[in-house]
Structure formats: C-alpha cells, structure tokens
C-alpha cells in the first residue's frame, strides 16, 4: 500500500503553476483553461471504490487565484478531503467534504502556495496525494497620492502593498493619447516629466510578481498645472490671480519695506520688484537673487583662499536659467493686480523709462488684454521741433496723444536681439538706457514661461533741442514678444494700429504666408542679419517682391556692418516713417481695433464703465471752469471765504475797536448764522448731487469714479491752463497790459478744478446741515457724508485738512470725518504722522509719492494748496517697531508761494500753515535749498516758529532736513560748512521767534527741539538722470529717499511718546487750529490732550500726597499718644526727661517725612517716564509738581513740629499736676485703710450710717490737712500779644505805633470794619472817573473789608477747632492763626492794602483769639485742679471703703469701673483721632474730590441744578464759605447712611479690642505679683495705642483687693460688651456730632487740598485750577463776565458783560490799582498779572455757563450789587440750560 501511495504521488505530483495573467480581460479565460490530472489506474471508476483502496483526487483544477483566496475545482467522490498548503513564509491544512469546489482562505497575496489533497475513507485509508502550485494574486498599490504638480511633470507616491511585490508598472494616459508613457519601477514613488501643461492624465499603477504577473491596477486622475498657475505658484501669486492685489497691499508699510534683507527665493522677487518700482528705482527690474549654497560656496572659497585652477567648475557654474525672467514677473504682477495697482505700475514704470504693456497676454487663456485703464494716468511733457523756438510744451495723457506708432516683431528665429537694438535705437551716445528687457540684462536669458505674446510700449519724446533728440518729432515704439508665427492676433492688432512694422528674421523660407497674407496698409519693414550663415537673399527677394518693397524696406546688418552703423541705418529709417507717417492713433482709439480681433480691453469692465459714465456726466457740463465753481460749487466760494475771515475775527477780534465786546462777538455769530442760512437756502447742485450718489456706490466702482473724476478734471484744467498760459505770454510783451495780466493771473489761480473740490464742497454742504436743528429732514440725509469721506481715506485717497483757498479748515467736517475713521478701524487706531514743509515747487509731493509710494497730485501744473493727508495701513510685522496701525502722510502747500506772496497776511498764512502741521506730525520733513539763503532764511524762521510753539506745548516733534539737487558723493563731508551756517542760522531765528513769542530763554535750535547737523541732513541728488523728458528718475534719488525713509521709520520707532489714536488726532488738530486762529498762539494753546494728561498727573500725584499724610496722620497720632502717656504706668520709653523723648520723635518724623519726600519725587520720575497718556505734553510741569513734593515735606514737617511741641508742653505741665494728684490720693488711701482697721478694731458692730460718719469725718479733716497750692493762670493775652509784636517787627515802627494806640484785650469785641481815614492817611482810595470799570463797591475799602471778613471766618474756623480739643493753650496755636493770616494777605495781593489794615486786622483777630484761649486755658485749669478731682472722686472712695470693710467680693465691679473709666473712653477718644483720615481717604474716591479741575466741574454742575440765584451769589461773592459749606454737604450726604462710617468705626474698635486683649493675655503670662501691677501691666501693653486717663486710672487704683484671676476673667468679659456699646452708640450717633468729635475735620482738609492756592483771576474773580502747591503759574478753566465779579461802567452804572478770556486777546483796555489808575492794554495783562495764564475760551461756547447765568439773573444781580442791569448780547439769551452743561463739560474738557 505504502509502496503504490509513494508511486502515485511520484506519477501524479504537479510542478506546474498557473498561468500568468497578462491583462484584465484576459483573466476569466485563464483561469477556465484545466489543469488536468491523469488517473492512476485507469480502470477504476470513483463511484464504486474498493474497500481497501482510496482513489486519488483526480482531475484538480483552478477555478480563481485572487489575492487571499484560490478556489480548486474536484471530481466529488464520498470521502473527506484533507487538503495542506504552504509557502516560504506561510502554511495551513483544512479537511473538508469532498464537493466539486473547494474555497482556501486567508493566504498571503503575490504568493506561490503548494497544494497536497489527499482523500480519506472513513475507516482511515487514504488516497495518494495530489499536489499543484498556484500563485496568489498580488495585491495593488494603497493610497496613490499625487503631489508636486507642474506645468510638465507630476510626481506621485503609493503606499507598499501586502505580499511579495517584484516591482510596479506606471502607465500615464491622456485623452489625446492613450499611453503617453509607461514605467516600471522598484520603489514607491516615482515622476513623469514632459508634459503638457494644462491637460488631465490618468494614472494607473499596478504590483507585478517575478512572473510577471499584475495586480489589478489601481487609478487616479490629475491635471498638470497650467503654466501661469506654476509660475504664480513658484513666485508665491497665486492666491492673488483671484483676489487680486490691491494699493492698499502694497503700500502698506510692512518689514520688506524697511529692511534690505536679500532676495533669498522666487516667491521675493514680485515684491522686492513691486518695493523698488514703487519708489521709482530704476534698479527694479534687476531681479536676480542668490542662492545659499552659492553664496556659502563663495564665501568658503574666499575665505580658504582656494586658488587652484578649475576650469570645468568655471563653465558649469551656475546660470541664470533657474531665475524668473524679469517679463515673467512683471507679467504676473499685472495679472494678480487690480485696476490701480496696475495704473500705479504703468506709471512708476514709465516715470524709470521701463516700456509698459500695450496688450498683456495670458497663456493660459490664451487672450489678450489691450492695457488702456493701466496707461490712463501717464502725462507726458515734451517739445516737439516746432515749439523749440517759443519754448512752448505740450502736456497730455499719453492715452489721448495722437502719435504715430512704430512696431518692432520677429519671424521665427532671430540671431540680432530685436530689444537690445530698440535700446540703443531709443538712447543717445551719452546716455544708454534699457527700455526694454533683454537678453544681456540680469536674468534676462532666463527662458519666458508667461510673458510670450507680451507686446510693449514705450514714447521716444523731443526736448526741442536739435542737436539732442533722435526724432524730432513724438513718437511710441511697441514690441512684441515672441514669434509672430505664434501670435497672429497681436500681430494683427500692430499692424492696423501702427504706422510702420519692422519685422526681424534670419530666416525666410518657410514662415513669409504671414507677411504675404496681411491685408493691412502699414508699412512692413524687414530686418536681417546677413552675417548668418543661412541667411538666404533669394528667399528675401521672393518675399520683398510679393509683399513690393524697396531697398528702402529692407535692412540689413552686413558682414562689414557693426551694431552702431546698423543702429544708425535704422534709426533714420525710423525716423524718415516718424516725420512722413499720416497714420497717427492715440492708443484710446486702438479699444476699436481689440474689440474688432477679439482682444479684451481692461476698460471694459462694468465697474469702470458705470463710473466713467458718472464722471464723464459731471464733467461734460463744465465749459468755463471759474462759471462751473460758481452754479455747481457755491458753498465753497465767498460765502466760505466770509465764514473764515468771521470765524478768525471771532479769535483775533481785530477790529473790534471801542465796540463792547461780547457785543461785538454776539454781533460776529449773528452774521455767521445768517452766512450758515444762506448756505443752507440753496438746493444742493446736480453736480454735487451727482458726485455724492457716484461716490456712494459700492467700492471698486467709487475708486474708478474718483480715479475718472481726477484724470477728467485734470485734462480740462490742462487745457486751460494751457491756454491761459499762452495768454498772459502775449499780453506780458506789452508791459502796458498790467490790468489784464492781473485778470489772468487771477483766472490762472482760479482755474484748478480737481476732486478735491468736489469733496470740499461736500464738507461745506455737511457744515451748513449740521448749523440746523438736529431734527431738521435736511440735517439728517446728510449725515452718512463723512462716513463716506472716511471709507474713501481707508481707501487711499488723501483727505483735505486745510483749505488753502479759503486758508481754514472746515473743523466740524474733518473731525467727523476722522471720527467715523476711528469708528471704522477701531481699536486698531493709533497714527503716526509725517509731514513735508518747504518753498513752492521744490519736489515735497514728489519726495513723499517716492518715499511711500502713493500719489499725492503732482501733474497738471497745479502746485499743492492747502494740506492733504493720506493713510497707510501699517502691517502686523511692524506694528510691534513703531506701536501704530497706520501713517498719516501729510503734504503742505509750499511756503513763500508766488501767488500768495503779493498778499498781505501771506507770512501769517504760512505760519499757521507749519504751525498746524508741525504740530501734528511726529516727523517734520523740511525741504531746504541751500543755494538761496533769503528764502532759506525766511523758511527757516517760519519752521522755528512752529517748532518754537510746538515745544512750549509739550509736544516734541522730530525734524529732518533735506537737501535736494546734492549727487556728489562727497556732499555730507563737504556740506560740514553749510550745515555749521545751517545752524548757526537756525539759532539766529531761534532767538529771533522767541523774542517775538515772549519766551527768550530759548537761545538756540536744540534748545527748542532734539536735533543734530549730523543726522538731521539728508543730501538727495537730483530726480531726473539726464535731461526729461526721455531721463529716468536717478537711482540715487530713489535710494536716498529709501534711506530717508528707514531712518524717519527708526526714529518713530525710538520715539518715547507713543502714538496718538484718531480720536485724539483729531482732539489735537481742533485744539492746534483754534489756537492758530488767535494771533499769539502760545498764550491761546488750550487742548484736551494736554488736560487729560495734566488731569491724570493730578490725579497721581494727589493719591501719592494723600498717602504720604495720611501716614504722617497717622504716625502723628501714635506720637501724640506716647507724649501724653509720658510720666504715666503706660510709658515704654526709655527717656526719662521730656525733651529727650521730643528730640527723639522730631528725629523719627524727619526721617519719615524724607522717605516720602524721596518717595514721591520717585514717583514722579517714574510717571515722567512712561510712554502711554501722553506723559511729554505735561513735561513742563514735572518741576512744578516736584517742588510741590518738596513744599508738602516741608508744610507737614513744620506742622507735625508743631503738634509735637504743643503736645510735649502740654504734657510737661500735667506731669506736676499728675504726681500732686498722686500724691494726694496716696495720702487719703491711707487714712481710709487706717480707718478700716480702727473699726474693725472696735467690738460693737457698726451701722452703714455710722461708717459714713466716720468717712466724712476722716475726708474733711485729711483734706484740710492737705496742702493744695492754686494753679496759677497764665495771661494768654500778654502771650498772644508778645508774638504779635514779634510778627509785625519787620513792618517798621509805624506798625507799633498803631499797635501802641490799643489795648488787644479791647479788640476784637465788635464786627471788623476797616476806617482808613481813622488814621488820617489820605490818598490811599482813589475816585475812577469817566467810563472806567471799577469796583461796585466804589471804592477799595469794599474789597479790603470782604478779605477781611474771609480771613477772620477761616480763623475762627481754626480757633473752634483748637476749643473742641479742650487741651491747654499753647503758642503754636497764635502762630498757627499769624501765619494764616499771612498766607492770605500774600495770596490776595491785587487787593491793595496798607499797614494800618493789615495791624487793625491782625490786632482783631488776636484780641478775638486771646479771649477765646484764655477761656480754654483757664477751663482746662479748672478741670485738672486736684481738690476738685478728689472731691470728684470721693463717692468712689466711700464705696471702696464700704466694699473692704465689708470683705466684699470686688472683682466684678472693678472689672467694671477699669473698662468703664479707663478703656472705653480711651476707645472712643482713639476711634475719633483715625476716623477723620478715613472719611478723608473715603471722599477722595469720589470723583468731584480727586483732582481741583473735577472739584471745579463738580461744584458749577451743582449750582446749574439747583439753577438758584441765592447760590451763585454766594459762591461769586463769599467763594470760601460757600465751597467749605458744599464740602461739608457731600460729606454728610455721602455719610448720611450710618453704616458707611460704622465700617470705619468698627475696624478701630476691633483694632482696639484685640489691643486690649493682648495685653490681658501678655499681662497674665507676666510675673505681675498683685492687681495693681497686673492693671500697670495692661497699660503699659496700651501705651502706644490708647491715652488712658491717670485721673480715672489713679481712682481705680485705691482700695483695690480685688483677685487677680478674677479680674482677668471679669475684664474680658466687659471689654465685650464695651466693644457692643460703643458700638451702638457709634451706630445712633449721626454724622454731624461725629464730625465735631474728630480730632482731624475732613471739610478742612479736603477744603485744603481743593482750593489749592486760593488765587483768583484778578478780572473776574474765578478761582485757580493749577495742581500742586508749588506751581508758578495760575490758570482757570472758566472765566466770567466781569459783571458778576462786581466790575461796572462808571458812566453808565451797569455791569459789565465782557469775559476776561475775550479781552486778552482784544485791543480792549483796563486800569486799576495794579496799573495806578492807568490804562493798559488787555493784551499785556502779563505785564502787570505776570504769574497769571488767561487762555481765550477753548470754543466760542465756552463760557456759555457763566453767560446763561448772567443773562438769567442779570436783574438780580444787579439789585444785589446796587447797580444798573447790563446790556445783554442777543445770542446770550439764546443759551439753554443744556448748552450751559455742555460748555460747562468742554472747558472743564470733561468726556
């Protein structure tokens, strides 16, 4: 059996495996085909085995191989099968029922498995084995991912399948063919290069096994890359082929704009190109960069010093055809760009003779695109032959020029460089330049990916000089790139538009059907290179015959012909078609043509064509400009002009004259409103309506309205510009036309008519809408207008800051313009703004499109006028350099201008001109020439002026001088001289300015501003490179200006201060004008910026005051408290002499007192320090505030010195007082005990009556046996009277001889009144005669006695505070009051007085004073007599006395006494000494307490409410009393709630308490061996915090047997509950008591701290505003008419309605004592008031608080003051009580 198994299995054994599939289609038929397996023996048939034989499986065939299953196909026979497979790597078995088809599962794919079957018999016999091979199909590649796709090639990536892989086959296809390539490969990846670009491929990768067999494919599709797509991509343009580039992205100021970092990859260049072109820099189109690897290379090689010789590296070194060509780029640039950036290009490109796109192509598309928008904005100037004699030019947009245009083209290949010969054929021999790219220039070779179908032009234009100009005549050269052959339509195109075509070719054979084919008219020029070699004559002959040219026609570069002889051949050719040519066609009609060939036209666009329809339907109307203005623009013109010179009359008040003047301002607004009426009666025009709905429309088409508007209003003016300027040359031949030339000299400034007139006159309809009523229909359609101005700024249109027709700027307008910007960017708003001065016409605007790349209008022969400011947005990378989101760039009108000059207020025009701008900007640009030093000099000293106005403001801008027209490279070396006389000079006008500005200390320039000659001048050579109209602009200006440009950028990134938001522009540039307005700018300076920022300083250094005295407050408090526990049981001190404890704590206090003083100073200069809040604008008051530092140290140390010596002498005194009532109860303690005991001693028990007779026995006679000296009573008055002798010592002996006259007792008893003539002194009042203001009061002694009656309140206040302490009298207490006195005299010096007031009053005040504190002193005497305390105290001693002889339990009841008498008023008394600095610290949260402008403000807005006539004659007549009043009401309002003050209460009973428990605890743990040292012990634990009265605690004392323990225990207990009744009756105490119970009073204090110096206005009476105590200057922020602070008209008797803030800067003039009865002029109030600052109103409303107030109770006030009413100005009784508010929120410049 064994042996026929093995013999089967040899017979039977497969070695075949199954057939390789070669395709798909192919596999079902594969699989079909058997793999038959012959029988064993032949005879037996399966159906009937043997019962010892098992047949062999028989025929096994193959039904499928897939990748994890193969199915085999059996004869079924009743056995079981057992089935084996195995490979390599892997194997299995499996028995199942024999069937006809068996499934094997989970196999490996791709590979081979070995089959053995097997059948078995149920009893266990088995068959031979069978046995075959199959292979398992291979498993396709997973996840094909295609990446790196091109324009002509793609790679892909496949993950690795499962299974043994030999390798993959790639197959490529495409629609148009259906295998394109087919790789095989062994790795996973793999590229396909040399496609088509654009075209989709179907990519199929399939696994393929050792025998070739495949998997199933697996499939992707991808289309290559079109070839502009590749090359936007590798450029980094292609998110911008949709959203194209817009101006606003490339002006912006980011990093690449400021750094000269190197080109480092392809996706720089466009930029690196776009940065230069921007600044016009002839070096753009320079485009290479340079690799890493060969920069490193260069680098190792230059630094190893590698010599060797390699020629091979030499000729394989690296090339420029990885580089983009320069045509590629630009290319790209115009198709990622929209409209404008396009425009921008083609203009800057032209401006650096660079040709510009005629028809842009794209490549992909393959269109074209006629550039006509792009070209619209280039204006040419030239001088064609026929003008040269009259010197004559023409001026025109080079769309609109009729020129004759020369094509230049190529067939087929070429060997001449068709745009290197075009070069030279445009450049004279002494000036070559490269209008057009070639193959020699930088990347030039660089094949072209985009730019083929490029057709270029540019302009040859005369200058009128013969020897000169290559043509005499204008003419446009166009290029095409590429080969005619390839791009017939803009073949077409040039030859119907051209009046010559010259083609270029080498060779004619196969390409003449497109020269013979053309049908067009235009002469064809051929242009060879006969130096070739296959240059063929024949075919040349044949083509020149069919086309029938002439020599003339043909040129050719022969074998003996260098490039200059043939440039020169050709040229006049040229020029021969240029001078005879009749085919002229401006390249706006050339639209015709594209449209016709299927070219697109860039203007074609609906944007652009809706806009222009609306530009074009404004401007059609205008026939004679000057006509048009008038109908079309009215608001603008004399009406505007009237408004301004109202508005500046309103400020200077020049020609007030003797008019009153609050008359002749109410006069001034009544003609303004009837202005304002005029303007607003007439209808808005159709043009304006016209522009407004145009400019309303959606973005891109508002900007191509505009951009129409400009060029449409620019070519009219041009025209008559043009000829008016014919005009005035004819009329000026005859000298006897003065008049008409005068005429035309005026049309020729009237005749400018651009957008920014448009936009002028919507300010002015906006500024006329917003003088109606806010419900007005008309008033509210308007008020979108400045949103729309301030989306057209974002937008990058410039603005209208200054009207320099009118010379004003329209205020409201621009600042709600600047508004809504605000609202618009916001929170991204902060500016920084550089701005351009200097003489007319000397390149600023020029200077500022270059260095920013933006276009401030330079064309059309209209010079700036006025101020425009633009907006660059600043990008994200910078923003962290210069801390700002956007630039404003201001240009100026020129100073000095001509037409200006015969003008008579020409100077003052400039002046506020550079005032104004150098007062916005943080950079000053000043354009100087050098060569004319009187107009230097006259520049120079108008810049000095605004930078000298500048400084004194507190603003710090930056300047930098530019020297124009300066190329030599030595010209910083050797302008060393020019810029020492440039200083020198600016010195001299700095001294020059100050003397006119009043302010002489500035001596030299860099006093005034930071500046060094060094690097503050810039040289910058001239604009042009060779003569224009054919120059570029000269790289070196270009990159001058750039180096300007990152140096103004660095300094604004240095700057200290930080930038403005728009908001607080806008605040400055309304404060800026308004003080220009006045004549002295310095003095009229008031703005909201500087408020705030003194506001804030205020507000700092208060909070740091208020903290450096509540500290000494405190501190003070604590000393008092260890001097009046000096010589008791609580003293801790080491000193034993009084004097030394007193030296000790004045020493402690000092070095206290300089900690602060440091402290603050500190403070200071840090807050100086900082960058935010516009610190620099209050600069000036650093050293006013640090000497008021300095004076607070001193105020306190002088006050903190006084408190401690009264304290101390006070102390002194009771230290007797104290050991005699010591004493004294020592004694009685005695007696009592010795009492006891005798009747203890007797047998008989003794009654309770009987016991008291024997107390009252023994107290009457130990009383008579103590000795009780009498407390002697000092003579306060003689006291009072020795230091007021010594105050008035200095005053001269007729000082004590008034004091001599009477007795001070005598003084004082009756109300003060002042008797000069008591004295017999005459001549000390002067009557004022004639119509003079004078005091109502008719004379000085009214204003002498109302000080007076001030100075005796305030004392009176200080004399009741020192009562309510009930100490002893001291002297400090009469210095106190002396010196009060003093400070008042000196602070109301306009008051004059004379000697015998100041005694009579002082001699008043102290007989007042003397009587009050001898009353005080004697009180206190009586209070501390000892007989008096014993007697007090003798029912305490009974009680002790019943309690010890009784040996009662006394622990309680002492517990009791000791808190009751000792604790809880010494609780009380420390609750009331802290609580003063709390409500102090509480009020000064509030915000009318934190600084004295809110104080002000706070104080006014109360009055308003209450609208009360009796108020506002209080606070005008007894301002002190009524703001001390006021003060002490929002105290108690604010206190009213109890439990607002209990908060405060209670944190000093709980600071009490745990004092108190402390020490309970600290005296326990001591060594305190009975009750007696036990209490001391508490004491002294008490005894820096708490004054326990020695009366009460030596009460206490006697008889005491109390336990200890006990006593502790009962203590604590009633310290509890004393804590809960203080409590209590703190909370049932209201304000009113508890302010009389404080030691410090808050009213004083705050009083103190807010009526600072206590200066007035000598005018009008308001109060001094100024912070700090130390400043040297007084300012108010309200003035009032001087009627209300008494003044009258002497003739009339009525009062007087002028406002002080008015007559300073009228011609107006006063007298009074200060003047010696003489006049004097309003305007020189300095000179008699120098420490006073009267600034006009900050708005002509202003004062429209004190005015509503005047006009309201005029008649009121007149009966108050006995004296007439005043003649109201009309507009006066028009104020509301609203406007009153708001005015009263504007000069206190509150938001």
């Known amino acids: 059996m064994d042996k026929s198994v093995l013999q089967s299995e040899k017979q039977c054994g497969m070695t075949e495996s199954a057939p390789t599939m070669d395709n798909t289609e192919e596999e079902e038929e594969l699989y079909d085909a058997s793999d038959t397996f012959p029988d064993c023996e032949e005879g037996d048939s399966p159906a009937t085995p043997r019962s010892d034989y098992v047949p062999p499986p028989g025929e096994v065939t193959v039904l499928h191989a897939g990748t994890e299953t193969v199915s085999l196909g059996l004869t079924p026979v009743m056995y079981k099968l057992h089935i084996d497979y195995s490979s390599d790597t892997h194997g299995g078995s499996m028995i199942v029922e024999d069937s006809s088809t068996v499934n094997v599962d989970g196999l490996h794919p791709g590979t081979e498995y070995t089959f053995r079957i097997t059948r078995r018999a149920e009893n266990g016999n088995q068959s031979e084995t069978a046995s075959l091979s199959v292979f398992t199909d291979p498993s396709p590649p997973a996840q094909i991912t295609v990446y790196q796709v091109s324009s002509e090639s793609l790679s892909l990536r496949w993950d690795t399948p499962a299974g043994k892989v030999e390798n993959y086959i790639v197959t490529c296809c495409s629609e148009e063919e259906s295998c394109v390539q087919e790789l095989t490969t062994d790795t996973n990846s793999l590229t396909f290069s040399s496609l088509k670009p654009g075209v989709c491929y179907s990519l199929q990768v399939s696994s393929q096994l050792k025998n070739r ?158 550039m006509l928008w792009a070209m619209r904005d280039i204006v040419k100037k030239y001088r064609p032959q026929s003008l040269s004699e009259s010197k004559g030019f023409i001026e025109d947009r080079i769309v609109l020029s009729d020129l004759p245009m020369i094509s230049f083209v190529r067939l087929g290949e070429c060997s001449l460089s068709k745009s290197e010969i075009l070069n030279k054929l445009l450049s004279n021999s002494q000036q070559y330049h490269d209008t057009f790219v070639h193959h020699n220039m930088e990347s030039g070779d660089s094949p072209r990916r985009i730019s083929n179908g490029l057709v270029e032009i540019t302009w040859y234009l005369p200058c009128g000089n013969k020897n000169m100009d290559l043509f005499s005549e204008p003419v446009a050269v166009a290029n095409l790139r590429g080969d005619i052959a390839s791009f017939e339509t803009q073949y077409s195109f040039l030859c119907q538009t051209s009046a010559a075509v010259f083609v270029f070719f080498d060779n004619l054979d196969s390409e003449c059907r497109l020269l013979t084919n053309q049908h067009h008219k235009t002469q064809i020029f051929l242009v060879g290179n006969h130096q070739r070699e296959n240059f063929s004559l024949d075919a040349l002959e044949k083509v020149a015959t069919e086309l029938g040219l002439t020599n003339s026609n043909i040129i050719l570069k022969t074998k003996r012909m260098n490039d200059a002889d043939f440039v020169k051949n050709l040229r006049k050719t040229v020029s021969d078609v240029v001078e005879n040519s009749k085919k002229k066609m401006p390249i706006e009609q050339m639209a015709d043509i594209a449209h016709e060939l299927g070219i697109l036209v860039d203007e074609d666009s609906p944007g652009c064509q809706i806009a222009k329809k609306n530009a074009d339907a404004i401007t059609a109307e205008i026939q004679d400009t000057l006509t048009y203005k008038e109908a079309q623009l009215p608001l603008q013109g004399q009406i505007w002009k009237d408004l301004t010179c109202l508005e500046k009359e309103e400020f200077r008040l020049r020609k007030a004259g003797s008019e009153n003047i609050e008359m002749y301002k109410s006069d001034l607004q009544e003609q303004k409103t009837k202005l304002r009426e005029k303007q607003n009666s007439s209808d808005m025009s159709k043009a304006m309506t016209c522009f407004i709905n145009a400019i309303s429309s959606p973005g891109i088409e508002r900007c191509y309205f505009l951009k129409w508007m400009r060029m449409n209003l620019d070519n009219l003016s041009r025209e008559k510009l043009s000829d008016l300027r014919e005009q005035y040359k004819k009329k000026c031949q005859n000298s006897e036309n003065k008049e008409e030339i005068k005429d035309i000299d005026r049309k020729l400034s009237n005749s400018s008519l651009g957008t920014e007139h448009f936009l002028r006159e919507m300010g002015q309809i906006y500024e006329a809408s917003v003088s109606l009523p806010e419900t007005h229909p008309s008033r509210q359609q308007l008020q979108h207008l400045p949103k729309l101005c301030a989306e057209l700024l974002l937008d990058g249109f410039p603005l209208e800051l200054v009207d320099g027709d009118a010379s004003n700027i329209p205020l409201r307008w621009v600042s709600d313009v600047l508004s809504q910007l605000n609202a618009l960017v916001s929170p991204k708003s902060k500016i920084l703004v550089v701005t351009v001065l200097g003489v007319q016409s000397t390149g600023k605007s020029t200077l500022l499109n270059t260095m920013f790349g933006v276009q401030f209008a330079v064309s059309s022969g209209r010079c700036t006028r006025g101020a425009f400011m633009l907006l660059i947005r600043v990008n994200e990378d910078v923003k962290k350099v210069l801390n700002c989101d956007f630039m404003g760039i201001i240009d100026t009108e020129g100073l000095k201008s001509p037409e200006l000059a015969q003008l008579d207020d020409s100077h003052e025009h400039d002046n506020e001109l550079a005032t104004l701008v150098v007062g916005l900007s943080d950079i000053t640009i000043i354009n100087i020439a050098m060569e004319n030093s009187t107009e230097m000099k006259d520049i120079l000293q108008i810049v000095v002026h605004a930078f000298l106005r500048m400084k004194e403001v507190g603003k710090k801008p930056k300047c930098q001088f530019v020297h124009q027209n300066v190329s030599d490279v030595s010209a910083h070396e050797k302008n060393l001289r020019d810029r020492k006389l440039l200083l020198q000079q600016l010195n001299e006008m700095t001294q020059a300015a100050a003397k006119m500005e009043k302010k002489e200390e500035n001596k030299s320039f860099t006093d005034v501003m930071e500046y060094r000659p060094d690097t503050g001048n810039w040289y910058i050579p001239g604009l042009w490179n060779g003569n224009p109209p054919m120059a570029p602009v000269n790289a070196g200006y270009s990159e001058a200006v750039y180096e300007l440009k990152k140096n103004i950028i660095q300094m604004l990134g240095n700057c200290d201060s930080s930038a403005n938001k728009i908001s607080e522009f806008t605040e400055w540039m309304s404060s800026l004008w308004n003080a220009v307005k006045h004549e002295n700018f310095i003095f009229s300076f008031r703005n909201s910026l500087v408020a705030d920022a003194y506001m804030r300083l205020c507000t700092e250094f208060n909070k740091w005051e208020w903290e450096f005295k509540k500290e000494m407050y405190t501190w003070v408090t604590n000393a008092e408290t260890r001097i009046s526990n000096f010589g008791t049981v609580a003293v801790k001190s080491e000193s034993h002499d009084m004097s030394e404890l007193l030296t000790y704590l004045k020493s402690e206090a000092c070095t206290l007192l300089s900690k602060w003083e440091t402290k603050l100073l500190e403070n200071l200069t840090k807050y100086f320090k900082q960058t935010e809040g516009h610190v620099y604008l209050v600069e000036g008051y650093k050293e006013e505030f640090s000497n008021s530092a300095k004076s607070l140290r001193r105020e306190m140390e002088r006050s903190v010195f006084n408190q401690l010596e009264a304290a101390a002498d006070i102390r002194q005194g009771m230290v007797k007082l104290d050991s005699i009532k010591e004493n004294h109860t020592k004694q009685l303690e005695e007696r009592v005990c010795a009492l006891i005991e005798d009747c203890r001693k007797k047998k008989v028990k003794m009654t309770d009556k009987e016991l008291d007779n024997e107390f009252n026995e023994m107290w009457d006679k130990t009383l008579k046996e103590l000795s009780f000296c009498e407390q002697k009573v000092t003579d306060v008055c003689t006291n009072v009277t020795h230091n007021l002798r010594t105050n008035l010592s200095h005053k001269g002996s007729h000082a004590n001889e008034i004091l001599n006259k009477k007795d001070l007792k005598n003084c004082g008893q009756v109300p003060f009144k002042y008797e000069p003539f008591k004295y017999a002194v005459e001549g000390v009042i002067k009557k004022l005669k004639n119509k003079v203001m004078t005091w109502f009061t008719k004379d000085q002694v009214a204003a002498m006695q109302e000080m007076a009656d001030s100075i005796i309140a305030a004392c009176k206040d200080i004399l009741s505070q020192k009562m309510v302490r009930k100490t002893n009298y001291h002297e400090t207490y009469i210095h106190d009051i002396l010196r009060m006195i003093d400070e008042r005299l000196q602070n109301n010096q306009h008051v004059a007085t004379d000697i015998e007031f100041e005694v009579s009053l002082k001699q008043h005040i102290c007989g007042l004073a003397a009587r009050q504190f001898q009353k005080m002193h004697e009180d206190f005497i009586h209070v501390n007599d000892p007989k008096r305390c014993l007697d007090q105290n003798k029912e305490k001693f009974w009680t002790d006395f019943m309690d010890v002889f009784h040996e009662r339990d006394q622990c309680q009841k002492k517990a009791e006494e000791f808190t009751n008498r000792c604790l809880k008023p010494a609780v009380e008394d420390f609750v009331n000494r802290s609580l003063g600095p709390d409500i102090i610290g509480e009020m000064l949260t509030c915000h009318q307490f934190s600084t004295r402008i809110f104080f002000q403000y706070s104080v006014l807005l109360d009055l308003l409410s209450k609208d009360d006539f009796e108020n506002y004659w209080r606070y005008i007549c007894s301002y002190e009393g009524y703001v001390k009043e006021w003060t002490l009401n929002q105290i108690k309002e604010h206190f009213s709630d109890p439990s607002k003050a209990l908060e405060f209460e209670d944190q000093h009973i709980q600071s009490s308490i745990i004092s108190i428990n402390n020490a309970i605890n600290k005296a326990k743990t001591g060594r305190s061996g009975n009750l007696k040292t036990f209490v001391e012990d508490i004491c002294k634990a008490l005894g820096d915090k708490l004054v326990i009265s020695q009366d009460a605690l030596g009460a206490f004392m006697i008889l005491n047997n109390a336990d200890k323990e006990q006593f502790a225990h009962w203590l604590t207990q009633c310290v509890k509950e004393m804590a809960q009744a203080l409590r209590e009756k703190f909370k049932k105490t209201n304000i009113d008591m508890k302010l009389i119970n404080l030691n410090v009073k808050p009213q004083n204090e705050l009083f103190t701290r807010l009526i600072g110096c206590g200066k007035q206005c000598p005018f009008c009476k308001a109060p001094c505003e100024a912070g700090g105590k130390a400043h040297t200057e007084h300012w108010t922020s309200l003035h009032r008419p001087e009627g209300l602070g008494t003044y009258r008209w002497t003739a009339t008797e009525k009062l007087c309605t002028d406002i002080c803030s008015s007559a300073v800067i009228s011609n107006a003039c006063f007298r009074c004592d200060a003047t010696k009865d003489e006049w004097h002029p309003y305007k020189r109030y300095k000179e008699i008031f120098p420490d006073w600052k009267i600034a006009p109103d900050v708005s002509l409303e202003a004062s429209d608080y004190w005015k509503y107030v005047m006009a309201k109770f005029n008649h009121t006030f007149a009966n108050a003051y006995k004296a007439r009413p005043a003649d109201i100005p009309p507009t006066w009784k028009n104020i509301t009580l609203k406007q009153a508010k708001v005015s009263l929120k504007e000069s206190f410049n509150i938001k």
């Open 213 to 370: 067999r495949r998997s199933k494919p697996v499939v992707t599709s991808v289309h290559t890359k079109k070839q502009l797509e590749t090359l936007l991509e590798d450029l980094g343009l292609e998110q911008h082929y949709k959203e194209k580039l817009s101006l606003r992205t490339i002006l912006q100021i980011d990093e690449r704009t400021i750094t000269d970092e190197l080109v480092k990859c392809n996706s720089d260049l466009p930029w690196y190109f776009l940065k230069k072109l921007m600044m016009v820099n002839v070096t753009a189109r320079n485009v290479k960069y340079t690799s890493v690897c060969e920069s490193v290379h260069e680098n190792h090689d230059a630094l190893s010093g590698n010599t060797r010789l390699d020629l091979k590296n030499l000729v394989d070194g690296p090339n420029s055809g990885d580089m983009p060509n320069p045509l590629d780029i630009i290319t790209a640039l115009f198709l990622c760009s929209d409209g404008f950036v396009q425009q921008e290009m083609a203009l800057k490109m032209s401006m650096c003779q660079f040709s510009v796109p005629l028809l842009l192509p794209n490549c992909d598309t393959e269109q074209c695109t006629l």
